[in-house]
C-alpha cells in the first residue's frame, strides 16, 4: 500500500498503526530499530525534529519503506551516479 505523507505527524500515526498491528509496544520496536522508546514516542508523535536517521532505522524495523518519487525533470543519470541505484533497483 502506498501512502503519501506530508508531515512528521502523518509519518509518526503510520509508524504507530503498524507498529499496533504487529503486536509490539514502542520498547521492543525501539530494540529492533537500535534505539531507545523516548525516541519511539517522539517520533510516533510526530515530533518535527527527530533524526531522519533514526526514524528511517524505526520504520524500516517496522517493514515501511521509504521511496522518493523524483520529478521527471531530474536527470537519473545523475543520480545513478550519486546514489549508485538505477530506478529499477
Same mark, same amino acid.
Not at 16 to 26: H, N, P, S, T
Not at 66 to 75: F, G, K, Q
Given at each position: 500500500? @502506498? $501512502?503519501?505523507?506530508? +508531515? =512528521? *505527524?502523518?509519518?509518526?500515526?503510520?509508524? *504507530?498503526?503498524? #507498529?499496533? !498491528? /504487529?503486536?509490539? +509496544? /514502542? =520498547?521492543?520496536?525501539?530494540?529492533?530499530?537500535?534505539?531507545?522508546?523516548?525516541? &519511539?514516542? !517522539?517520533?510516533?508523535?510526530? *515530533?518535527?525534529? &527527530? /533524526?531522519?536517521?533514526?526514524? @528511517?532505522? &524505526?520504520?524500516?524495523? @517496522?517493514?515501511? #519503506?521509504?521511496? $522518493? +518519487?523524483?520529478? +521527471?525533470?531530474?536527470?537519473?543519470? *545523475?543520480? =545513478?551516479?550519486? =546514489?549508485? /541505484?538505477?530506478?529499477?533497483?
Amino acid at each position: 500500500m @502506498l $501512502l503519501e505523507a506530508k +508531515d =512528521t *505527524k502523518t509519518i509518526g500515526r503510520i509508524a *504507530k498503526i503498524v #507498529r499496533q !498491528q /504487529q503486536e509490539l +509496544d /514502542q =520498547t521492543t520496536a525501539g530494540a529492533f530499530a537500535g534505539c531507545g522508546i523516548n525516541f &519511539v514516542s !517522539q517520533f510516533e508523535n510526530g *515530533k518535527p525534529t &527527530v /533524526q531522519l536517521e533514526k526514524a @528511517l532505522n &524505526v520504520l524500516n524495523a @517496522l517493514g515501511i #519503506r521509504v521511496y $522518493l +518519487d523524483i520529478p +521527471d525533470s531530474v536527470s537519473s543519470n *545523475k543520480l =545513478t551516479e550519486l =546514489t549508485g /541505484q538505477s530506478n529499477h533497483e
